[in-house]
Nanobody, 125 residues
Framework: QVQLVESGGGSVQDGGSLRLSCSAS????????MAWFRQSPGKEREAVAA???????MYADSVKGRLTISQDNAKNTLYLQMNSLAPEDTAMYYC???????????????????WGRGTQVTVSS
């Protein structure tokens, strides 16, 4: 069974950077696509970025050019490099994984079956 544990969140100033990590258990073939989502109080969970086992990526328009998703298969770890952070990026960030087909690259939360508990990112102005 896949388990996901996020880390790397914290508090930064406007314009700062952070790198989030998501440590994943289980065979990589059991989690062919992985993604980052975020949720602020009172708002719906929104997609940030996704990545498939072929290295293809997909980003929400609001983060293109500032956030980069990547993975290190040897370490079973998914990353989210966040640059030029702004107060509106403040949220709980969640790592998620699909199961089944490798043709799974999507930003739809309902497609992701396994979720971590999240790591908080706070950006102050």
């Amino acid at each position: 069974q896949v388990q996901l544990v996020e880390s790397g969140g914290g508090s930064v100033q406007d314009g700062g950077s952070l790198r989030l990590s998501c440590s994943a258990s289980g065979n990589p073939t059991s989690r062919p696509c992985m993604a980052w989502f975020r949720q602020s109080p009172g708002k719906e969970r929104e997609a940030v970025a996704a990545l498939d086992s072929y290295g293809n990526t997909m980003y929400a328009d609001s983060v293109k050019g500032r956030l980069t998703i990547s993975q290190d298969n040897a370490k079973n770890t998914l990353y989210l490099q966040m640059n030029s952070l702004a107060p509106e990026d403040t949220a709980m960030y969640y790592c998620a994984a699909t199961s089944g087909s490798p043709y799974c690259l999507t930003l739809r939360p309902s497609s992701y079956k396994t979720w971590g508990r999240g790591t908080q990112v706070t950006v102050s102005s």
